[in-house]
T-cell receptor, first 115, second 114 residues
Framework: DSGVTQTPKHLITATGQRVTLRCSPRSGDLSVYWYQQSLDQGLQFLIQYYNGEERAKGNILERFSAQQFPDLHSELNLSSLELGDSALYFC??????????????FGPGTRLTVL | AQSVTQLGSHVSVSEGALVLLRCNYSSSVPPYLFWYVQYPNQGLQLLLKYTTGATLVKGINGFEAEFKKSETSFHLTKPSAHMSDAAEYFCAVSDGVRDDKIIFGKGTRLHILP
């Protein structure tokens, strides 16, 4: 158990819909990262937040957005869903990305199925 | 830009045999390198990491990897495979300076033959 929690574990929805994935980082971790794992694209970095502010952006679609709240939990919002958005979405957290190495701890993931 | 190439999407070894999973990276700055393991229907677990210092890194479950700058490689090895090693393994790179995003390879599925 990494200490990172993600809800829900599974999500099934239809094309065109909007969903919200939630992540609670490990106690004391200030940074949250979102990754997408799909069969065709592999594991891809989406976005990183540090203490409530966006710090780095990866291959995140405009239909997707994220935020980190004052209590440091984060939500990933996926809208206008397409079949290709079906994937496993991971959240990870680390203490402080201040330039020295900080290990990222991964949550168990949320499996999104778009029908 | 950083990138990772894992040679072989599937590798099969016999139980008790040497495990060798290959990884080559590209990075414009001194890299941080990782190997992660993903068991079926589970999240990612860090096996080992190289940041600075000794180039031979030992990880959990008997795995180790060697950072070879001249070859831009970070191959993962284990002397004797166990059935429980069957999983997907991901090599990854981060520059750990500008930001901590991790760039993953495509993964190698390790099959252990009885």
């Amino acid at each position: 158990d990494s200490g990172v929690t993600q809800t829900p574990k599974h999500l099934i929805t239809a094309t065109g819909q909007r969903v919200t994935l939630r992540c609670s980082p490990r106690s004391g971790d200030l940074s949250v990262y979102w990754y997408q794992q799909s069969l065709d694209q592999g594991l891809q970095f989406l976005i990183q937040y540090y203490n409530g502010e966006e710090r780095a952006k990866g291959n995140i679609l405009e239909r997707f957005s994220a935020q980190q709240f004052p209590d440091l939990h984060s939500e990933l919002n996926l809208s206008s869903l397409e079949l290709g958005d079906s994937a496993l979405y991971f959240c990870a957290s680390s203490v402080d990305p201040s330039g020295s190495y900080n290990e990222q701890f991964f949550g168990p993931g949320t499996r999104l199925t778009v029908l | 830009a950083q990138s990772v190439t894992q040679l072989g999407s599937h590798v099969s070894v016999s139980e008790g045999a040497l495990v060798l999973l290959r990884c080559n990276y590209s990075s414009s700055v001194p890299p941080y390198l990782f190997w992660y393991v993903q068991y079926p229907n589970q999240g990612l677990q860090l096996l080992l990491k190289y940041t600075t210092g000794a180039t031979l890194v030992k990880g959990i479950n008997g795995f180790e990897a060697e950072f070879k700058k001249s070859e831009t490689s970070f191959h993962l090895t284990k002397p004797s495979a166990h059935m429980s090693d069957a999983a997907e393994y991901f090599c990854a790179v981060s520059d750990g300076v500008r930001d901590d995003k991790i760039i993953f390879g495509k993964g190698t599925r390790l099959h252990i033959l009885p």
